[in-house]
């Protein structure tokens, strides 16, 4: 594609990387993201996802904003209280670059929500809501329709990435990680408390994992899991193996 002089101009940093180039700008451009929650994680990840230009981000997020939301939902001040979390996302993200499109579904996700024909529309899926019943229907969606799945998880001084490619047979999903009835007693950031700027990392790194998927560069990160504590600065990343026995992914077929 051709870029006009203020696109040329804005993405200048990216363009100028080898790894990512002209060609690639042109493909952030052209590719479609599906963000499930506008809270901790996901208010860093839609500012940088707008920022580097990808073409189409749809957010979808049924809460409103509140005051105890602002110590690490950047995209959100104290005017927005009360506002539905993708209205108020939209209007900043829009003004982080106008050029985009945002689409937005203030619902909790259902994979019932969208057609096949939309479905097939996304290139990748980044996951960053707090509970687990939402994870694992986002994961299944994901391997349905084979898109690829960033998932990402924040508690207390702790994050998770982990990167799940369903476009391959033998990948693993999100199941294989946490199983069929992962434990519901870890409780949630408004019951451990978060580290407010510990969600800026961990949307900032699914947003790095989203733009690789978009534009390959450096070793492929498919099938991994990064976790970090902050309390000592350390980080670790494993391999993902796949659960044969997977009632998603192990099934018939795949």
């Not at 990216?14 to 506008?38: K, M, N, S």
């Not at 001040?77 to 979390?85: L, N």
């Not at 309390?231 to 193996?241: C, E, G, N, T």
Request: charged content about 20%; glycine content about 10%; proline content about 4%.
């Amino acid at each position: 594609m051709e870029f006009s002089d203020d696109q040329l101009d804005r993405y200048a940093r990216h363009i100028v990387l080898p790894e990512i180039g002209g060609a690639g700008q042109a493909r952030l451009l052209d590719t479609h993201a599906l963000v499930i929650g506008a809270g901790g994680i996901g208010c860093p990840l839609l500012a940088y996802l707008a920022a580097a230009g990808l073409g189409r981000v749809t957010v979808m997020d049924d809460d409103h904003v509140s005051l105890s939301n602002l110590q690490r939902q950047i995209l959100f001040g104290s005017s927005d209280i009360g506002r539905a979390k993708v209205d108020a996302a939209q209007h900043a993200l829009q003004h982080i670059n106008a050029e985009i499109d945002i689409i937005t579904v203030n619902q909790r996700f259902t994979a019932q929500h969208f057609s096949r024909e939309e479905a097939a529309g996304f290139h990748v899926i980044i996951d960053g809501c707090d509970n687990f019943a939402t994870r694992l229907a986002v994961n299944r969606f994901a391997v349905e329709h084979q898109i690829p799945l960033v998932s990402a998880a924040i508690g207390r001084f702790d994050l998770q990435i982990a990167i799940f490619d369903a476009r391959r047979d033998d990948a693993p999903c999100y199941q294989c990680l946490v199983g069929d009835n992962p434990d519901p007693g870890a409780g949630n950031c408004a019951e451990q408390g978060v580290l407010g700027a510990l969600a800026g990392v961990a949307g900032s790194l699914a947003a790095l994992e989203a733009i690789r998927l978009a534009v390959p560069f450096g070793d492929d990160r498919a099938d991994s899991l990064l976790m970090a504590d902050m309390r000592d600065m350390r980080w670790r990343s494993v391999r993902i193996a796949r659960d044969p026995g997977c009632t998603v992914c192990g099934k018939p077929g795949r």
